[in-house]
């Protein structure tokens, strides 16, 4: 993470990510990552989202603070549609789009269909191969390498979120008081105890994550 205050000015990142890809159209941009989850905490990285037309593949990088997420726009599609072609780590982040709108930093005009499109898609019709991702990725972190890492806190982000979607059917990235502290204290000190508190509550929401999968989900 870079120690220097993140750019957080939308015509200046436009301007940095409209010279960093200039042979490709920028489609979009938005704010993911904690901004995008209203999980930002003191040492929270900054994160964008850039969807590009005419670029192919994915590409990650850093600059002044902010990490860059890149997609073709086709990529970003197959996120959205958890093709497994895309790496499990980007398609945990695909609920993102949810929140784009609150969160853009930029839209071309030219595609102001595309991107309303995606927004509006429903997010639950791939809530099962959502699932299906949260649990593989978590549960080779936690379970099989026995790793307890910030990350993590979006096991309990999701779990906060399927408690809403039982109860309204609606899948929300606002979460209640309570989670949030949970959530919050786990960011805050996941590094600063080594008794295994932390890991056993993960992979028993981690638990929980799976048995509605498999009760739940299974059935609709």
Not at 48 to 57: A, D, H, N, P
Not at 77 to 99: F, G, T, V, W
Not at 140 to 165: E, F, G, P
């Amino acid at each position: 993470m870079n120690q220097n205050k993140p750019i957080l000015d939308k015509e200046r990142l436009k301007t940095i990510v409209v010279n960093m890809f200039p042979e490709h159209e920028v489609m979009f941009i938005y704010f993911c990552g904690s901004i995008a989850y209203h999980t930002t905490s003191s040492n929270s990285d900054v994160d964008i989202t850039v969807v590009l037309s005419g670029f192919k593949g994915l590409i990650h990088t850093s600059l002044e603070g902010i990490d860059i997420f890149g997609y073709g726009y086709e990529d970003f599609c197959k996120r959205q549609e958890m093709n497994s072609n895309i790496p499990l780590y980007n398609r945990l982040h695909a609920d993102d789009i949810i929140n784009a709108k609150e969160h853009l930093v930029y839209l071309n005009p030219l595609f102001e269909n595309e991107f309303n499109e995606l927004v509006e898609t429903d997010f639950t019709s791939y809530l099962d191969k959502y699932l299906d991702t949260v649990i593989e990725y978590y549960d080779q972190i936690i379970n099989k390498d026995n790793m307890l890492v910030k990350r993590a806190y979006h096991i309990l982000r999701i779990r906060a979120i399927l408690d809403t979607y039982l109860e309204t059917g609606d899948y929300t990235l606002i979460l209640s008081d309570d989670w949030m502290k949970r959530i919050d204290e786990l960011k805050t000190n996941w590094d600063k105890s080594d008794d295994g508190t932390y890991l056993s509550t993960l992979r028993q929401f981690l638990l929980e994550i799976k048995e509605i999968r498999d009760e739940v989900l299974q059935h609709e």
